[in-house]
């Protein structure tokens, strides 16, 4: 048995492997161009904790994880279906919110930008994939492949396109080949920021697998 055949489990997560999620999330978006350019060079850790526990309480009806056999959580997926809506968040992570929003040095302008650019450029009626993580000591075995492959078809099957937005000109190669057939149907630039590409995959034809 090799390394890749120990990765036995997909699943959307639960409320309660929380802190399991933050932990990839607080490395791994520092990682995402995007995120780094949103919460701005003064950004810690713990910004990057908080925000990653945003997109876990907003994403985590559409949040899977890969697991290994021993449990351990080695990549994230987020989607948003057409239909998605703000979930609700409790006291403590709505004060921590506001404590960020007004301590990161610019961020409400550069949340602003980014959200109506992206609601500009964004595709009604696909499923969106927010975000997708891998844990550093797993990548390279697919995962990521592994991860999306199957929420890809079935959104195909339902006869609707997944959308992303990637600010890494490798990632956005990889959503081009033939193999997932994207395509580009966009882009903008966000000011002294990275360029975002925008990704169509349309439902998989039969040469696709």
């Not at 607080?26 to 910004?47: F, H, I, K, Q």
């Not at 004060?95 to 602003?112: M, P």
């Not at 195909?156 to 990889?174: V, W």
Request: hydrophobic share 35%; with cysteine.
């Amino acid at each position: 048995m090799n390394e890749h055949d120990s990765i036995s489990n997909t699943r959307l997560l639960t409320a309660d492997e929380r802190a399991e999620a933050l932990d990839l999330l607080e490395t791994g978006l520092w990682e995402v161009p995007m995120y780094r350019w949103l919460l701005g060079p003064s950004a810690e850790s713990d910004a990057y904790r908080w925000f990653g526990e945003v997109l876990f309480a907003d994403h985590l009806p559409g949040l899977h994880g890969r697991f290994s056999e021993t449990g351990d959580l080695l990549g994230l997926v987020a989607t948003a279906e057409p239909n998605h809506a703000t979930q609700p968040v409790d006291q403590d992570l709505t004060a921590r919110t506001r404590h960020f929003v007004t301590t990161l040095d610019g961020f409400v302008e550069r949340f602003t930008e980014l959200r109506e650019k992206s609601r500009e450029s964004m595709l009604t009626g696909t499923v969106r994939l927010v975000f997708g993580l891998v844990h550093p000591d797993h990548r390279r075995r697919r995962v990521l492949s592994d991860l999306l492959r199957p929420i890809v078809d079935q959104t195909g099957r339902r006869g609707l396109s997944a959308t992303l937005g990637t600010a890494d000109p490798q990632l956005r190669e990889f959503f081009c080949r033939r193999s997932w057939g994207g395509e580009v149907y966009g882009e903008f630039s966000l000011t002294d920021g990275p360029t975002v590409w925008l990704v169509r995959i349309g439902p998989p034809t039969n040469d696709q697998h």
